[in-house]
């Protein structure tokens, strides 16, 4: 590595540190209802949609709520997909999206997975892109926030049922959050030659004098939501490695930014709610105590003499951007569940490899998918104050409420289900032979290729390792299903918390109380997301990526 790589990744952390209590600060007040500048499009949502902004809703009601929002975004996108070549602004006459495609899709970006089994360019018209997945990328991202809102209600309200309204805190986060911060990076990333523009394809001759049809559209507006909302969907095919889509060193940084802004912010945020900034902090320190660890044996994986003798490989890596960068966006997009790449994943080092299938193993927590990423981590953090109060022998309390039996169970459940769709999904899909038909590599990078997809999919991240062959009907529909498991198999678990928790006394603190913001309980909560996800995975990350960095040492590549 050289100094400028170095430089690189501490521009990078620097202007993520300086970023998050700024943006930290200004979500809490909007959370808190302190900013109403956009008050006149907020009550207009309101009045168009029936919705009554004072009426408070209870764990169950908020889900009802949250599925019921989600049914009809998949709905509309499945819809509008299947009736494409019948509806404008289909330039180049795009047949319809064959069903099942339309299905994996709609599941996809509805689950904020993003998950593509297509080309856009060659599948899906303007309309399609902007009326079906740009929406529901914002759709989706707002959902993951509304949650989170409502399990920080759940944790601070005292003796009350309500958890505030789904209707006003999704408001909220698209009005005054998600939607002003995709205009400004949509211009940014526009100046920079990000395209955006309804003109046709273009056509031109190479130099061999054959002709090249150029894809174009309204691409900016959709990749600053895709990254900002942990989406991850490429307008191309190519995703962000599309020079159309990512054509210079600022829009590069520009998107790997937006891929962790406001994930990185909400832990800011959370300290705010909670009235103790410190322990937000804590969170960030621990998510980026976890990144920075992945990225560290990413480089020197991709960079060492020894795993890649002599030359560094550029192969399925941007020359553009050089490693580093292609690595700090493939540890960046993993953790944050956000699936955009600039580089081909299949073709890291098997331990670069394995660091970004590993990211997504612990549950996509480190920092995670807007909102999604918080209560993903809380999950952690109430598993951690229960273990820790069984060590001690007494009742484990945090932020004053006393975690039992019940929440617990949740706990568990929130966290094991998206586990073991993606062992139950890889592991029949490792003997059947429909599905060992899409492999585009044999041995451990094989094995690696099936679980990346299965737990890319479980874990609602997006990305995929490639090689593997997914416009299938047996992937389309298997992953669907697992988008689904993983996205409302962690949302509704921690729902029933949030509601169990929002009617429990908050108990003031006393000699006996176990701290959590300090040092002790960051090591802990380490601790227990590594061998949470070390437990679960550590056999099969074995079989793929670490056996196959073994016998590339030797000689042998797949």
Not at 238 to 244: I, K, L, R, W
Not at 534 to 542: E, I, M, V
Request: charged letters at 10%; glycine letters at 10%.
């Amino acid at each position: 590595m050289k100094i400028t790589d170095f430089i690189q990744i501490g521009i990078y952390i620097a202007v993520l540190v300086f970023l998050t209590p700024l943006l930290g600060t200004y979500m809490a007040r909007v959370f808190e209802g302190r900013i109403r500048a956009g008050q006149w499009l907020e009550k207009s949502i309101y009045r168009v949609c029936g919705i009554d902004e004072n009426e408070e809703m209870d764990w169950l009601d908020y889900t009802k709520a949250v599925l019921f929002f989600n049914l009809l975004g998949f709905i509309f996108l499945f819809l509008v997909q299947i009736f494409q070549s019948y509806l404008p602004l289909n330039l180049y006459r795009l047949p319809n999206v064959p069903w099942d495609l339309a299905f994996n899709t709609a599941m996809s970006f509805m689950t904020n997975t993003n998950w593509q089994s297509y080309s856009g360019e060659t599948t899906l018209s303007y309309l399609t892109q902007m009326l079906g997945l740009t929406v529901q990328n914002f759709l989706s991202a707002a959902t993951g926030i509304a949650v989170f809102l409502a399990l920080v209600r759940g944790l601070t309200n005292r003796s009350v049922s309500a958890l505030g309204n789904f209707w006003v805190n999704t408001v909220h986060s698209l009005v005054y959050i998600l939607i002003p911060l995709s205009i400004i990076v949509a211009i940014l990333l526009a100046s920079q030659g990000v395209v955006q523009t309804f003109n046709p394809y273009k056509e031109i001759k190479s130099l061999q004098g054959e002709k090249i049809v150029l894809p174009l559209g309204p691409a900016a507006s959709q990749i600053a939501i895709k990254q900002l909302g942990t989406n991850g969907g490429g307008y191309f095919g190519a995703n962000s490695t599309h020079p159309f889509e990512n054509p210079t060193p600022l829009s590069n940084f520009l998107e790997m930014l937006s891929i962790l802004l406001i994930p990185a912010a909400l832990t800011y945020t959370y300290g705010v709610l909670i009235k103790n900034k410190k322990h937000g902090w804590l969170l960030f320190i621990v998510m980026m105590l976890l990144w920075g660890g992945g990225l560290a044996v990413s480089l020197w994986s991709e960079y060492s003499s020894a795993a890649v003798p002599l030359v560094t490989a550029l192969e399925g890596q941007e020359t553009r951007f050089g490693v580093t960068n292609s690595l700090i966006w493939a540890t960046a997009t993993t953790a944050a569940s956000n699936g955009s790449v600039n580089a081909m994943h299949s073709s890291l080092s098997p331990l670069a490899g394995g660091v970004a299938l590993f990211n997504m193993m612990l549950g996509e927590i480190v920092f995670g998918g807007v909102g999604a990423g918080m209560y993903g981590m809380l999950l952690f953090v109430l598993m951690t104050v229960f273990l820790a109060g069984l060590m001690v022998g007494r009742t484990p309390e945090y932020l004053g409420k006393k975690i039992e039996q019940n929440e617990i169970k949740m706990v568990i459940l929130a966290i094991l289900l998206p586990s073991v769709v993606v062992l139950i999904g890889a592991g029949f899909s490792c003997v059947l032979p429909v599905a060992l038909a899409s492999l585009g590599n044999k041995g451990p990078h094989g094995l690696s290729e099936i679980l990346y997809a299965f737990t890319s999919a479980a874990n609602n991240n997006g990305s995929a390792f490639a090689g593997l062959s997914t416009n299938t009907l047996y992937y389309i529909l298997l992953l669907g299903l697992a988008m689904l498991i993983g996205r409302f198999g962690v949302i509704i678990p921690c729902l029933v918390i949030a509601g169990s928790l929002a009617i429990k006394k908050i108990a003031p603190p006393s000699a006996g109380t176990f701290s959590t913001d300090n040092t002790l309980f960051a090591a802990l909560l380490v601790g227990v997301i590594m061998i949470v996800g070390a437990l679960t995975f550590f056999p099969s990350l074995c079989l793929g990526p670490i056996i196959e960095h073994l016998l590339m040492l030797k000689g042998h590549v797949f």
